[in-house]
């Protein structure tokens, strides 16, 4: 929140918990109208509790105005597919040669409700499998990002990135008789 680009990564094999860090209990990211966290709750919905009650207090005393955006994206099969919109998003590159995301949809958040309905959009967007070590086994790799704009009251823009990774497991060693063939390919292709 204070002009930095940050990423946080999930990696590890399939199994390891990855998901679960990252999102919490299967669509159990609250226990009360108070919005208080579960204990159990994965590092995305204290995120989104974190920076809005942050934006709070920041707008106090630094920030004029605080424009809060998000976007979910899932990377399956070596295609970008944009969870909010269901649209393929395609890789660019633009004249600095920096990656452009053309397609990618960012949504407005201004609530705790509004943030946490829409990390749950994503997550029960994402494909899911068995791979005959978890009946449920997410598939693909799962980028969420928060991009906060602001200005502070010196009338100084300031912008923030945050993306939070959840990658496809990591398996080394396939069992064909229990792995698709779409399966292997997506395996083979993340470890490039």
Known sequence: MDGENVCIFAYGQTGAGKTHTMEGPHSDFLVNDQMEIHELSGILPRTAVYILT?????????????????????????????????????????????????????????????????????????????????????????????????????????????????LAGSERRINHSQVSEKTVSKSVNSQR
């Open 54 to 166: 942050e934006v709070q207090r920041l707008q106090k005393y630094i920030y004029d105005e605080i424009k809060i955006e998000i976007s979910a994206l899932e990377i399956y099969l070596d295609q970008v597919r944009d969870l909010f919109s269901d649209q393929q998003v395609e890789l660019m590159t633009d004249i600095k040669k920096q990656v452009q995301l053309k397609g990618q949809t960012w949504r407005i958040v201004s609530d705790i409700a509004d943030f946490l309905n829409s990390i749950k959009l994503s997550a029960q967007k994402r494909v899911f499998g068995s791979n005959g070590i978890n009946s449920h086994s997410s598939r693909s790799h799962h980028v969420f990002q928060i991009r906060i704009n602001g200005t502070d009251k010196l009338r100084k823009p300031r912008q923030s990135l945050l993306n939070i990774v959840d």
